[in-house]
């Protein structure tokens, strides 16, 4: 993973708020979310039609300063027309932070429809987002300050609406491009401020940072289980037929001391070496 998350607060014992992640999950069978079109569907459901994943978002693209919008411009016009929506694989918001470049909070302060690349017969849009910047977690080595951030200008090719002029804040995460442009898209975590709950808040300093080595599992049916001991089961979907559910808003899957990996709920993050108390 690239980067580090920022630590500020203190640090306590974490309290263990859940049954090991080895156990099956115990539940009625449920379908696989559905995609629907031109919508961010917490964060996105299977398949995605843009290949902008998560993965390798801090490798940095070719070298020169336009290479990046270059790069941009070609994955854009390679898309075929028939592509109508954007659609991403779930992932829980602690593995979409783990794979970002960038993880700031940040306030909207305009908009505005730019050209996707210098090429004057390139004819995509982009929008950008002019920000204020007010608290940087993850991406620090790489950038000191954002000003602006970059998004597709069509929802189909995965861009993203923000609300400007209107002071609401925003958690995001996005990529940084070669020239050091930040892009953002729908299959990045991005929330408003306050939809975040407090364990989120707080596990932004590190502890998901402590997670970012292991394995979220989606579980979508039974049985499901664990394969690997750096593993932890996510039930949302199954449990609650949604994926941004009650285990996403205020649990994170840190790595013991063992080398396993377990749910942990609430609070500022363990000590890196702790011992589960609830261990016998």
Known sequence: MSGQFGASEPRRRS????????????????????QRSG?????????????????????????GSRAAALVLALALAALPAAVSGCSCAPAHPQQLLCDAALVIRAKISSEKVVPA?????????????EIKQIKMFKGFEKLKDVQYVYTPFDSSLCGVKLEANNKKQYLLTGQILSDGKVLIHLCNYI???????????????????????CKITTCYMVPCSITAPNECLWTDWLIERKLYGH?????????????????????????KEFIDISEP
Not at 42 to 56: D, H, I, K, L, Q
Not at 117 to 129: E, F, Q, V
Not at 194 to 209: A, P, T
Request: net charge positive.
């Open 117 to 129: 690349s210098d090429d004057p017969l390139d004819t995509h849009k982009m929008i950008r987002y």
């Open 39 to 63: 919508h961010r569907a917490a964060p996105g459901e299977p398949f995605p039609v843009w290949s902008m994943s998560r993965a390798g978002s801090g490798t940095p693209g070719s070298p």
């Open 247 to 271: 285990q996403a808003k205020h649990y994170a899957c840190i790595k013991r001391s063992d080398g396993t990996c377990s749910w942990y709920r609430g609070g500022p993050p363990p000590e």
């Open 15 to 34: 309290e263990r708020a859940s049954p090991r992640a080895s156990q099956r999950a115990r539940s009625d069978s449920a379908e696989r979310p559905g």
């Open 191 to 213: 929330e408003p401020w306050d939809d975040l709950s407090l364990s989120q808040k707080k596990s932004l300093n590190q502890r998901y940072q402590m997670g970012c080595g």
